[in-house]
């Protein structure tokens, strides 16, 4: 992909100079015939652990590679951080009654609790200052709804999810959501609900260390991420009116799973595997020309917090930030894009730190 602005492109070749340890294939989204489930699923954990490796290697690499090129990085560019307290919490996914809502308004023929047992649980990383306010951050990781959770989502964001605590002063809850293919739409949305349903109810209250106010918790989410936490907002709306959801932000959102940039839909490769992807993460029954999965298709998007989204203006992968923002702003709700001289996943060091400050500004209004 070549970029006009002559700086990224510098980065992004300097980028792509650097071996990084791809998978080698492509991962199976779907089980081979006669395959067991058992062996799948091993398959399936080994490709997304060299993908996962890929992706922190990579965010190592570009911010070599920035330091290198333009004498700085993003950590140099960020406002010093205030000491902060890690650590973790698990959250029970359950078919609660307060979701039943959510299974409405799905597409006909979509179980809310696709593959449910009981018992199953999320893992959630807690960052948060030592004097913590009532409000709370509910963040989802990017990873095409496959990859980039565990482990993998602290580090690749390590730097963004530190800016959210320590600019805004509210507990950051990076959600580690279950993945497609073996937890297909909707699971994830789900998972959002159901922590937004025990940070209401007070359930988490001890776990993250302070309580927590209903009326300042703010979503937020990164490439699939954001199109999670678009939906879990817009079934929130329908499922609890009366409180609200402060905020929503977006990060290179990926609004348009029916559609991509031109430069990948002219692909016939490459637009094949991210239709065997996307077959993957919506399975066989979900249309991806539902507002539910592609929301940028929607003419307007009432009950919806007030938005912020970041896009890359060389985005070579996801679309549809601004058409979101108009359906928000067509309901009534207010809504700003704006564009960063990045692609999906590069950008130059002062437009990744110009837009932390732009989301943390805009999250700390609202918080």
Same mark, same amino acid.
């Given at each position: 992909?070549?970029?006009?602005?002559?700086?990224?492109?510098?980065?992004?070749d300097a980028?792509?100079?650097?071996?990084?340890?791809e998978?080698?294939?492509?991962?199976?989204?779907?089980?081979?015939?006669g395959?067991?489930?058992e062996s799948?699923?091993?398959?399936?954990? !080994?490709?997304?652990a060299? !993908?996962?490796?890929?992706?922190?290697?990579?965010r =190592?690499?570009?911010?070599?590679?920035a330091?290198?090129?333009?004498?700085?990085?993003?950590r140099?560019?960020?406002?010093?951080?205030?000491?902060?307290?890690?650590?973790e919490?698990?959250?029970?996914?359950?078919a609660a009654?307060?979701?039943?809502?959510?299974?409405?308004?799905l597409p006909?023929?979509?179980?809310?609790?696709?593959?449910?047992?009981?018992?199953?649980?999320?893992r959630?990383?807690v960052?948060?200052?030592?004097?913590?306010?009532?409000?709370?951050?509910?963040?989802?990781h990017?990873? !095409?709804?496959?990859?980039?959770?565990?482990?993998?989502s602290?580090q690749?964001d390590?730097?963004?999810?530190? =800016? %959210?605590?320590?600019?805004?002063?509210?507990?950051?809850l990076n959600?580690?959501?279950? %993945?497609?293919?073996e937890?297909p739409f909707?699971?994830?949305?789900?998972d959002?609900?159901?922590?937004?349903?025990?940070?209401?109810? /007070?359930?988490?209250a001890?776990a993250? /260390?302070?309580?927590?106010d209903?009326?300042?918790?703010?979503?937020? /989410?990164t490439? &699939?991420?954001?199109?999670?936490v678009?939906?879990?907002a817009?079934?929130?709306?329908?499922?609890?009116?009366?409180?609200?959801?402060?905020?929503?932000?977006?990060?290179?959102p990926?609004?348009l799973?029916?559609d991509?940039?031109?430069?990948?839909?002219?692909?016939p490769?490459?637009w094949s595997?991210r239709?065997?992807?996307?077959?993957?993460?919506?399975?066989?029954?979900v249309?991806?020309? &539902?507002?539910?999965?592609s929301?940028g298709?929607?003419?307007t998007?009432p /009950?919806?917090?007030?938005?912020?989204?970041?896009?890359a203006?060389?985005?070579?992968?996801?679309m549809g930030?601004?058409?979101v923002?108009?359906?928000?702003?067509?309901?009534g709700?207010?809504?700003?894009?704006r564009e960063?001289i990045m692609?999906?996943?590069?950008?130059?060091?002062?437009?990744?730190a !110009?837009?932390?400050?732009?989301?943390?500004?805009?999250?700390?209004?609202?918080?």
């Open positions: 992909m070549i970029v006009p602005d002559a700086r990224l492109q510098r980065l992004l980028v792509r100079s650097e071996r990084v340890d998978h080698d294939g492509e991962p199976p989204f779907a089980r081979d015939v395959e067991s489930a799948w699923r091993r398959r399936v954990v !080994a490709a997304r060299i !993908a996962d490796a890929a992706a922190v290697a990579r =190592a690499i570009v911010d070599r590679a330091s290198r090129l333009f004498g700085v990085s993003l140099d560019l960020l406002p010093g951080a205030v000491p902060l307290i890690r650590g919490l698990r959250v029970n996914v359950t009654d307060e979701l039943g809502d959510l299974a409405g308004g006909d023929g979509v179980e809310a609790f696709p593959g449910h047992s009981a018992g199953e649980v999320v959630v990383s960052t948060r200052p030592e004097t913590a306010s009532g409000a709370v951050i509910v963040r989802l990017g990873g !095409a709804f496959w990859m980039g959770g565990g482990a993998a602290d690749v390590a730097l963004l999810i530190d =800016a %959210l605590a320590s600019t805004t002063g509210a507990t950051v959600v580690d959501h279950r %993945l497609a293919p937890h909707p699971a994830a949305i789900v959002v609900m159901c922590v937004l349903r025990d940070l209401r109810d /007070g359930s988490l001890e993250i /260390g302070h309580d927590v209903p009326a300042r918790i703010a979503l937020v /989410g490439s &699939s991420g954001s199109n999670i678009t939906a879990a817009m079934a929130d709306g329908r499922a609890n009116p009366a409180h609200p959801l402060a905020a929503l932000a977006l990060i290179v990926s609004m799973l029916n991509a940039p031109g430069g990948l839909r002219r692909n490769v490459a595997a239709q065997r992807q996307l077959r993957g993460y919506l399975g066989a029954v249309d991806a020309d &539902s507002p539910w999965v929301p298709m929607a003419s998007l /009950g919806m917090p007030p938005t912020f989204a970041a896009i203006a060389y985005d070579e992968v996801a930030g601004h058409e923002c108009r359906a928000i702003v067509s309901a709700s207010p809504a700003l894009a960063y692609t999906h996943t590069v950008a130059l060091p002062e437009e990744e !110009a837009m932390f400050g732009d989301i943390t500004s805009f999250l700390g209004r609202h918080l």
